[in-house]
């Protein structure tokens, strides 16, 4: 993981510096805003000095505390890489003019419980009045089912979308609305969030996908000191713009950030309700199931790490536009309607706006629709899923929609072990350390291709990501498996690590599937990628995915 601005390593003492504990500033009787930050640290700070990181780019900003307040509650992680702020309790801070000072500690909460969020809205709205609110949560996400963020110091607990909406109206934000609502985390940008939070917020700032783990720029706040009355819709183009151009139009990371109106976000689920109120799945799940496998989705992982089911809700009407045109332009226009400003550098056009659409959490499928049927939504959109998971658990007979080369190596006379997927015809194979594996297409960019492979590293389980733009391949990094909610960013794989490959193991006897470990290999120097021919004794075979998921072998 490359750190913006290096700053956590060789700085620590000019941020320390920075942070005052006593005597903060003179509160002001108003100001034209106040932004909070709900800065939950967890494994981002505690491993890698994120969360240090960008509350260093906040002070760079050059923010003049006249123009706005920035308050700020740190907490969640088992450390705080800068040796200056504490992991024992959470601690309430006011950003202003180049310093950090302690306003209040609200002692050791769990940033995952609804009351923790909704104490410091209402501290910070009391304590710090402005004309305008905005408020950035900031850690991981993992869309419509899992929420937001992970607490360390409370066994990584997270705050769902109806945690979040308590919180809101606890804190009084129906009567007195945030301007702008952001998420400095994944996949939040979803039709569910917006509609939760329509009540309480103006403008949701969000990315459909996944964030690099540097997330935003925190430059954007410099724009306050040069137009303080910004309005949330304007200041989330400034976020966005400083968000891609950071990165970078050719980076290897993937970018999206959109801006939406929430005051407009319901024509979106009603529309999306009548789309799927006329869609038969019994008379038409197989070329249903066959567009969804084709829409965009977001947060895919290894077949081991594929819960999230986040799709673009325009590509998810495109690709529907031929069964049912007019209810698919009304989801289109919808979405024109609402989405105000939307930035990405994905392959296919994306719309701004995604929602959970079940198909590669088949295995959770039960849990995920239960947390779904308690947001809410619209009746036949819900509907729709129960019926659409229904039939995908069924299996039904459906036409191939992908085919890849597998190698295998046999194990006995029945049981055969995937160790490589490719879609080229090659007899080269990619090699981790020497050790043959599959790497799973996860997601594509204008620019790259990404890929992963299921793994354990140091007793963690984990995906390997790989890059491929114009024909060089990249190591990536891991991600961890967090449960439902995706990591932001990659973690580095260093020198010393122990990993074990997961390996898919097919017995065509019984006709079963099973994962098993391979064995372990320690990382010397660093992490070599390559590529080889095969063992003379290993077979290759077709490997043909249907419209369902399911596969089978050529």
């Not at 950090?100 to 969020?117: C, D, I, R």
């Not at 009391?126 to 110091?153: C, R, T, V």
């Not at 299996?395 to 490719?422: C, K, M, T, Y």
């Not at 060089?472 to 490959?501: H, M």
Request: proline letters at 4%; a negative charge; one cysteine or more.
């Amino acid at each position: 993981m490359i750190l913006k601005k290096s700053i956590l390593f060789c700085m620590f003492a000019v941020f320390a510096a920075s942070v005052v504990f006593t005597n903060p500033p003179t509160k002001s009787n108003e100001t034209p805003y106040t932004i909070m930050v709900y800065m939950n640290g967890s494994d981002l700070e505690s491993d890698f000095g994120l969360a240090t990181d960008d509350l260093a780019e906040m002070l760079d900003s050059g923010l003049k505390s006249e123009n706005a307040n920035v308050i700020i509650l740190t907490g969640g992680t088992n450390r705080w890489v800068n040796g200056a702020i504490p992991e024992t309790e959470c601690v309430i801070w006011q950003l202003a003019d180049g310093h950090l000072y302690e306003v209040e500690s609200l002692g050791l909460a769990n940033m995952g419980n609804p009351k923790t969020l909704s104490d410091f809205i209402i501290f910070s709205m009391q304590n710090y009045p402005a004309q305008k609110y905005g408020l950035i949560m900031w850690d991981h996400g993992g869309g419509s089912i899992a929420g937001f963020g992970q607490d360390e110091k409370f066994y990584d607990s997270a705050l769902t979308l109806m945690d979040m909406k308590k919180a809101f109206e606890d804190a009084g934000l129906r009567e007195n609305k945030l301007e702008f609502l952001g998420f400095d985390a994944c996949l939040m940008a979803t039709v569910e969030m917006a509609i939760l939070s329509a009540d309480y917020a103006k403008i949701l700032i969000a990315s459909e996908d996944v964030e690099p783990g540097d997330g935003w720029d925190y430059d954007f706040l410099s724009i306050l000191n040069r137009n303080p009355n910004i309005s949330g819709a304007a200041l989330g183009r400034v976020i966005t713009d400083t968000f891609i151009r950071f990165y970078g139009c050719n980076s290897n990371e993937i970018l999206t950030l959109s801006v939406t109106d929430l005051s407009k976000v319901q024509p979106v689920m009603q529309a999306m309700g009548r789309l799927m109120a006329v869609a038969e799945v019994e008379t038409q799940f197989v070329p249903l199931a066959t567009r969804r496998a084709n829409t965009k989705t977001f947060g895919e992982g290894s077949p081991r790490d594929n819960y999230a089911d986040m799709v673009d809700i325009g590509d998810m009407a495109v690709q529907l536009r031929d069964m049912y045109p007019a209810e698919t332009a009304a989801v289109l226009q919808a979405l024109k309607n609402c989405v105000v400003y939307n930035r990405h550098n994905s392959d296919v056009p994306l719309y701004g706006l995604s929602t959970f659409y079940i198909y590669g959490g088949k295995s959770i499928g039960v849990y995920s629709l239960d947390v779904y049927a308690g947001l809410g939504m619209d009746k036949f959109y819900t509907e729709y899923l129960h019926e659409f998971f229904a039939s995908l658990k069924e299996g039904h007979a459906s036409p191939i929609i992908n085919h890849e080369l597998a190698l295998w190596q046999p194990v006995n006379e029945d049981v055969f072990r995937l160790v490589g997927l490719n879609e080229e015809e090659t007899q080269k194979w990619p090699l981790l350390n020497d050790q043959l594996i599959p790497m799973y297409t996860i997601n594509a960019t204008e620019n790259s291709r990404f890929f992963a492979t299921p793994a354990e590293i140091n007793g963690v389980e984990v995906d390997i990501a790989f890059a491929k733009k114009n024909n060089t391949w990249q190591i990536l990094g891991s991600r961890n498996r967090l449960e439902y909610v995706l990591q932001k960013g990659y973690d580095p794989i260093l020198p010393g690590s122990k990993i074990a490959i997961y390996y898919e193991e097919w017995d065509f006897a019984t006709d079963t599937q099973t994962w098993v470990k391979g064995e372990y290999f320690t990382v010397q120097d660093e992490l070599q990628l390559e590529w080889a021919t095969a063992p003379s004794d290993f077979i290759v075979m077709e490997i043909c995915t249907d419209a369902c998921g399911y596969q089978s072998i050529n």
